[in-house]
């Protein structure tokens, strides 16, 4: 797996524009994100169809064609420098294949940022553009406006990335070693149900695969990680880190089903990164070449997470 194209890293006065790809997002919320946008010397711009919601879905941020529209139009906008998923939930599956992939990649590389819905953009943007995408608190999450952990984590990566090239674990190494991989993952429940896609890599050979997931039982948990393994799509695989399992059955099941389905894999796995739906949230660069040593607990990049 190739390392892919780094955007460059944000300054003080870039336009950054803030869309909903799924779930509808709160006013009050989002007002709240803006301000610590605004607060970070950076310019929000809110795509005009943020606050829809959907007339008969109503989990879905306004309709399918006016997400990806929003999407496409801040992508395309030159005046744009990053852009920022406003929240997750669902919706991205319905409209990635509204988006006009040639002129999203003619647009140049910008920084994007989302988690748990959004890996479905990771993937897409991943085999589509060939770019290093920023899994992370989005600008309207409850953990963004409330946690300083996770917006002094995300800040340093878009202005300073150089200064948090370690990430660190609070867990213990499931299977102890060493690896290198490139960056890739998100939540499992999307990374499965991507398989077969014409948005999603054939494999994660060569990758170091960032796994988490939210309010999964165990057997949801095992039928994902079932079908990957019995997809082949986790064949070649250098090392996997786990995030964060928020409102999933006790630690100890999730811990040994992972042992149970991956650790026949033969490869490192280190808990608890982290990342993904938890509380203080940190920013995980996709794309980018780094080493795992599970037993020391550390992800080093090779390289900062931009440019």
Known sequence: MKALVR??????????????????????????????????????????HVLDRHGTFDYLAGTDADRAAD??????????????????GYG?????????????????????LGFSDITALHEAFATRLGLVTLHG?????????????????LRATLFEPESVRTLTSSGQALVPGRARGVLLGGCLSLLA??????????SARGGLLCLEDVNEETYRL??????????????????????????????????ALVLDRLGGLGVPIAEEFGFGHCEGALTVPFGVPAEL???????????????
């Open 92 to 112: 991205v599956q319905r409209m990635t294949g509204l988006l006009d992939w040639d002129a999203l990649r003619a647009a140049g590389p910008k920084v994007f």
């Open 137 to 153: 608190p989005m600008a309207a999450g409850i953990d963004f406006i409330k946690n300083a952990r996770a917006q002094e984590h």
């Open 71 to 88: 999407l496409q139009s801040a992508w395309c906008d030159p005046t744009v420098d990053a852009v920022l998923c406003a929240r997750g």
């Open 293 to 307: 040593d599970a037993e020391a607990g550390t992800l080093t990049l090779d390289v900062p997470a931009l440019a």
């Open 222 to 255: 095992d039928r994902y990680l079932t079908q990957l393994l019995r997809a082949g799509w986790l064949d070649g695989v250098t090392g996997v880190l786990l995030g964060s399992w928020e409102r999933c059955d006790p630690y100890d099941r999730i811990r």
């Open 193 to 202: 149900a991507d398989l077969g896609t014409p948005h999603a890599r054939p």
């Open 7 to 48: 955007p460059r890293r944000l300054a003080p006065g870039a336009r950054v524009a803030v869309v909903a790809p799924s779930g509808p997002v709160p006013e009050e919320r989002l007002q709240a994100g803006l301000d610590i946008l605004r607060g970070w010397d950076l310019e929000p711009v809110v795509g005009p």
